[in-house]
């Protein structure tokens, strides 16, 4: 008797995946035979809404009943598949940060080819429909050996920092394979590849359970040296320097989120309490130069131009430097205090959420520990907010 396992196909995109269209797409990507015809569906294990009876209007309906309109974020759903002791599971989400959305089916089922090759099939037809800029099929095993889960999180999977990794299959997007270079692929030192639209699948072994061969890992190490190891994730170097291309986000809508929450959340995690809020007004002239110092490259004279130059010093150094909570808090310094001279402002403490503020005329108040938060982890632009925010209540 063959042993089960577990199969997974991820794949991660800048669409947003909030439409019926997106739902459709993934549907037509199911096969109509083999080990993955779809039976059931749902939001809880079991899947109890048949999809025979339901048909592709219920699982349209169920996928935007989660994902279709904000404030929903995610959406997960259960899948159960005709053949017997097979099943699987879809996962989407929407931000609110301006990350990737992802999506996972696994399969765990008695090893045999038939299943592999249909995820894989499937991850053929959805790759290029839902805009994926890399996607990957292991074995669960395979997984485990080049990442460490450190609950809920697993350590080196953020496509904005480094690919993961190289697996049985790997799906690599538009974006990289023009980061990489496309002639690169021309001679890539793989056992199978393949294009599909303006991607790339590219195979490691045969079959996924030779992961752990010889020849796999050798075809594995020399994929990642022949496209540049350093913008691969290494598990027995978690922490080095790795390189990634610039991804276009902009067409993934996140739901808004209220200034006044965003004060809220944000400054909780930097102010403990008010004294702490005026510590900081108190020293914001120094964090300020201390950003200036530290940046000695770019030109960070408080100026309505400098806000640019700032924004280019972050993107160099954010995913660098070992104490991103004061590199944030002397990003906020610098922005609060070039708005305080260009608008004439004074900074004060918002008393009802303990949040340091400058306070622009009688009716502007910005909150620049929430900017610059914004900048570190969204990539949020300190000039742009300014020219179409701020700005004009300057004048």
């Known amino acids: 008797m063959t042993a089960r396992q577990e199969i997974v196909l991820q794949l991660f995109s800048c669409r947003d995946w909030g439409d019926a269209t997106a739902a459709e797409e993934f549907l037509s990507c199911l096969p109509e035979v083999g080990p993955l015809v779809l039976e059931a569906f749902g939001n809880t294990e079991p899947a109890r809404r048949k999809y025979g009876s339901e048909g592709p209007k219920g699982f349209v309906e169920a996928w935007l009943a989660t994902l279709g309109a904000p404030p929903a974020v995610s959406g997960d759903m259960v899948l159960r598949f005709k053949?017997?002791?097979s099943w699987g599971s879809?996962?989407?989400?929407?931000?609110p940060k301006r990350t990737f959305n992802t999506l996972s089916i696994g399969v765990s089922?008695?090893?045999d080819s038939d299943t592999w090759a249909a995820l894989l099939a499937f991850g053929s037809r959805c790759f290029p429909l839902l805009h994926a800029e890399f996607g990957a099929l292991w074995l669960r095993e395979e997984f485990s050996a080049q990442h460490t889960i450190v609950s809920p999180a697993v350590v080196g999977v953020d496509l904005s920092k480094a690919v993961p990794g190289v697996y049985f299959a790997n799906y690599y997007g538009p974006t990289l394979v023009n980061f990489w270079g496309r002639s690169r692929f021309t001679n890539l030192p793989s056992k199978r590849m393949e294009t599909i639209g303006d991607g790339v699948i590219v195979l490691t072994a045969n079959d996924p359970a030779e992961w752990d061969s010889e020849q796999s890992k050798s075809t594995k190490q020399n994929i990642r040296e022949h496209l540049g190891d350093a913008t691969f994730f290494d598990i027995n170097e978690p922490h080095r320097r790795t390189?990634?291309?610039?991804?276009d986000f902009s067409a993934i809508r996140t739901p808004p989120v209220p200034l006044i929450e965003l004060v809220t959340n944000v400054n909780a995690e930097y102010f403990a309490s008010s004294k702490d809020a005026l510590r900081f007004i108190s020293s914001t002239p120094q964090l300020a130069e201390e950003f200036r110092i530290r940046l000695p490259g770019y030109r960070l004279d408080y100026s309505r131009s400098s806000l640019k130059e700032a924004d280019a010093a972050i993107r160099e150094v954010k995913d660098h430097t070992e104490d991103p909570k004061t590199l944030v808090q002397q990003v906020a310094a610098y922005y609060g205090e070039t708005l305080r001279r260009l608008g004439?402002?004074?900074w004060e403490l918002d008393e009802v959420h303990r949040a340091p503020?400058?306070?622009l005329g009688t009716d502007t108040r910005e909150y620049p520990i929430?900017?610059?938060?914004k900048a570190f982890e969204e990539s949020a632009s300190l000039s742009e907010w300014?020219?179409?925010?701020?700005?004009?209540r300057l004048r």
């Open 344 to 346: 004439n402002g004074v």
């Open 90 to 95: 879809v996962s989407w989400g929407r931000g």
């Open 357 to 359: 503020a400058v306070q």
């Open 83 to 85: 053949k017997k002791g």
């Open 386 to 392: 300014f020219t179409n925010v701020v700005e004009g």
């Open 370 to 373: 929430v900017r610059a938060s």
């Open 109 to 111: 089922a008695r090893s």
């Open 243 to 247: 390189m990634a291309p610039s991804y």
